[in-house]
């Protein structure tokens, strides 16, 4: 009976003329499996195949394994009416799976592929836009026109202040794309935060059309329609975070990636991509052009501006003349507080003058909760989540203590579980946002009953109105995370105070000085906007550090020169290369063996140096042990290569392997 089948099968495949394929799978588990494929049908074609049982879509490749003899294969089900992926398109996946070290089938995976299964039961709306763009000033003029004049195969970096107007100039270029090429579609990348209604409503006024907006928050539905437009080339532009990038357009012409030294461009689950290195691929393999908008620009975007492989582009007024705030330290070691205070005589001064004027005042703080640590005052106690290695925050409003990084949480504590001292005993230490407003409330009594103070953080739910209230000046101090600092422009905001600017700088964080700057000057850039000159008052203990220098010259030229001069005597990136490998299980021990027995096996390179194994900074995390090896090469080896061919056989028990190929996240 069975050979009869195979027979039968055999024949089928002659008559109807199929061949065998290799179908790529979305999944991590494996590299494709052969089946029989109708001859005609192009490599990149989207089909559903039968597997195990289940009906999956997946990608035709070019040839196949070979691995199961003719008579085996089973026949696809069915060619997807989608167009197939194209071969730039394809090309550039395998380089991001190389680059990233990660399975091709996980990196598949992240085009959205199970869309093409069915289509979608409306088709989208699509935009028409009537660009109608406010003139450029000379500055603008001067950039816009560098931008065309440089060769397609450069990235452009548009380095300029913020408020200096990089939206517009971008603009420009996709309106005129727009115009010149009926076809040509356009992604702008923004960071998830940063895809605000305020950078719409720009886009809207702009081009008389919302754009198309991938994130996290789409619905499913919506999703369906955008990616099945999208492959049919009919959507123009598309606005989105990080995951847009692996979207499968038809015929990409040009990628903006704004606020490209935004961190969270690096993706810090399943693959450990960073989506602005992997945009200036993708628009290489598309030959489309691509342009990286910021500020701040990153030290490797520095680092490649000085080697000519990217083009700089400054803008450096201000447009409509509004000047920078002045930026000034407050050296908290001369400060005289009271204990469980954390705004300085000095700051305090500043802001009676400021709300005096009618002007709208900024604290940042970027901590949530009241106090990132409680403490036992009779036997030292430190109330410390079970499942992690981090101190539990006390949220005063939610009457919990929290992990910050499980979800962990207990109601506030009456007495100390290790010595069984009462309430009184247990102090909060540090300051939260929570704090801040409340010592703010204690020192602005007339604000207090009204909504003139507010907080914003991720535990507030944060709604329109608030925005809407925090815009209009209506909130007059507003106290917030980092979630204040990008995407919102505030008009009425003339003082911005950091409560502690230190913070970042402490730590084995590679990057945490450049974050810190780059997270300072970004708040900086929300004061003093339409046609007010603003103020920045840093409290900081150590003023002399390089980069609170480097920030109250507002210069991120100075500030990049040092730390790259850093670098570059240390061969961190990007002089050299770098990668995390990542081990984690439930018991330290093996854990721990893992790491060791890496470190046997390890490539004997002179070029490469293994550092570790170390536990974590984060050493304990959702109950699982965690140890890390850092791997440091120098930039003419082969790294991915390298990584590969070691941890190709490290399978060990109860122990998972990650590798984080140029890390950003060192906890
Ligand atoms: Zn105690
Ligand atoms: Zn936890």
Redesign the pocket.
Known sequence: MQHKAELTRVVDALAHRMTPRTVLIPSALADGFDYLCPEDVAPGALVEVNLRGKPVVGMVEAGCAGSVAIEKLKPITRVLEVPAYPKKFRDWLEFVARFTCAPRGSVLALTGIKQAMTPPKKPLLLEHFTPDLPDLSAHQQRAHAALYEADLATPIVLNGVTGSGKTEVYFHAIAELLARDETAQILVMLPEIGLTHQWLARFEAAFGTKPACWHSHVTPAKRKRMWHAVARGELRVVVGARSALFLPFAHLQMIVVDEEHDTTYKQDDGVLYHARDMAVARAKFEGARIVLASATPSLETRYNIAQNRYQEVVLDTRHGGAKLPEVSLIDMRTQTLDSGEFISPVLREAMYQTLAEGDQVLLFLNRRGYAPLMLCRGCGHRFM????S?W?VKHQAAGKLQ??????HAPLPKECPSCGAGEEKLVACGPGVERVEEEVRALFPELAGAQAIRVFSSDEGIDDAAIRAAISGEIRILIGTQMLAKGHHFPQLTLVGVIDADMGLAGGDLRGSEHTYQLLHQLAGRAGRAGKSGRVLLQSYAPDNAVMEALAHGSHAEFSSAELAVRKLGGWPPYGQLAAIILDGPEEESVRRAGFALIHTAPHDARIRVLGPAPAPLSK??GQYRYRLLVKASRDIGLQRTLSTWLENAHFPRVRLKLDVNPYYFL
Not at 403 to 408: K, P, Q, R, T, V
């Open positions: 989540c079970p499942s992690c981090a539990l992990c910050h990084h499980c979800g962990y995390l959702k």
